[in-house]
């Protein structure tokens, strides 16, 4: 089951801007957003090379990733296949 989705991107990137709007319409799941300028530490430590990144969790644990600019059916695919 997918607890928290983790959001890695950055205020000069337009893919990032527009995976925000995107995480808005999700009401099912917390959504955590970093910045990978201000937590570089972090994003190095989760190997983020690329933004956006988006990277489910359950509970402490990460068990999918995606890369870019996705849409809202990507992301809800990804839910419901960890979520069955």
Request: one cysteine or more; a negative charge; glycine letters at 4%.
């Amino acid at each position: 089951m997918i607890t928290r989705i983790e959001k890695f991107g950055a205020t000069w990137c337009s893919p990032c801007r527009a995976l925000d709007r995107t995480l808005q319409q999700l009401t099912t799941v917390e959504v955590i957003k970093y910045d990978v300028d201000e937590y570089e530490d972090l994003a190095i430590e989760k190997n983020i090379r690329n933004v956006p990144v988006l990277i489910f969790y359950n509970g402490d644990a990460e068990v999918d990733r995606l890369v870019g600019a996705v849409s809202l059916e990507t992301i809800n695919k990804v839910i419901e296949k960890w979520n069955k």
